[in-house]
T-cell receptor
Framework: GAVVSQHPSWVICKSGTSVKIECRSLDFQATTMFWYRQFPKQSLMLMATSNEGSKATYEQGVEKDKFLINHASLTLSTLTVTSAHPEDSSFYIC????????????FGDGTRLSIL | AQKVTQAQTEISVVEKEDVTLDCVYETRDTTYYLFWYKQPPSGELVFLIRRNSFDEQNEISGRYSWNFQKSTSSFNFTITASQVVDSAVYFCALSRGVYNQGGKLIFGQGTELSVKP
């Protein structure tokens, strides 16, 4: 139980394209989801906290107009990278809080984004 | 401010050796959680353990063991008789508050463990 599905698992696109990444909690309701970014050989850095039905809370230094987050239901949060550029190439991973287990949050498998 | 430090960037051992991954944390909270995650080359995060700030008991799970010492703000992870499949990046992380409240994680820099046959 407590599975989080993240889609797509990888995407390659041209500079200037907008890319949407979905994060779904498959068997539990997640009022809170988190979006992290990981550059190669680096740690995971929290980008934003997504709460169902309200605006996301962004960490310092993260552009909210570039990284649009929508948490329209208790099982789905989306991250849209608008007008992506090569420097946005990274590994994006979401997590969802909830589910009855000893883990406070469950991670998706991540999305590798490459902008050409 | 909260911070997690994993001073060992890379560790290389030969199979069957024991290896300890260090983790030192900083927080002003009295209630917090500490975690260890494994990230294999495929990228997904594999949950290994969660420990709350009121439970300093050491834990053993198979070849894995954890030593939590509040006095030194450390939460070290030991793999006994390492295997090639243990090769991965290991992250220590900290979260504030109680379960399901403020559960965002602050990760350390990660330690890349390479176990050679």
């Amino acid at each position: 139980g407590a599975v989080v599905s993240q889609h797509p698992s990888w995407v390659i696109c041209k500079s200037g394209t907008s890319v949407k990444i979905e994060c779904r909690s498959l068997d539990f309701q997640a009022t809170t989801m988190f979006w992290y970014r990981q550059f190669p050989k680096q740690s995971l850095m929290l980008m934003a906290t997504s709460n169902e039905g309200s605006k996301a809370t962004y960490e310092q230094g993260v552009e909210k107009d570039k990284f649009l987050i929508n948490h329209a239901s208790l099982t789905l949060s989306t991250l849209t990278v608008t007008s992506a550029h090569p420097e946005d190439s990274s590994f994006y991973i979401c997590s969802a809080e909830g589910g009855h287990s000893n883990q406070p949050q469950h991670f998706g498998d991540g999305t590798r984004l490459s902008i050409l | 401010a909260q911070k997690v430090t994993q001073a060992q960037t890379e560790i290389s051992v030969v199979e069957k050796e024991d290896v300890t991954l260090d983790c030192v944390y900083e927080t002003r909270d009295t209630t917090y959680y500490l975690f260890w995650y494994k990230q294999p080359p495929s990228g997904e995060l594999v949950f290994l353990i969660r420990r709350n700030s009121f439970d300093e008991q050491n834990e053993i799970s198979g070849r894995y063991s954890w030593n939590f010492q509040k006095s030194t703000s450390s939460f070290n992870f030991t793999i006994t008789a390492s295997q090639v499949v243990d090769s991965a990046v290991y992250f220590c992380a900290l979260s504030r508050g109680v379960y399901n409240q403020g559960g965002k994680l602050i990760f350390g820099q990660g330690t890349e463990l390479s176990v050679k046959p």
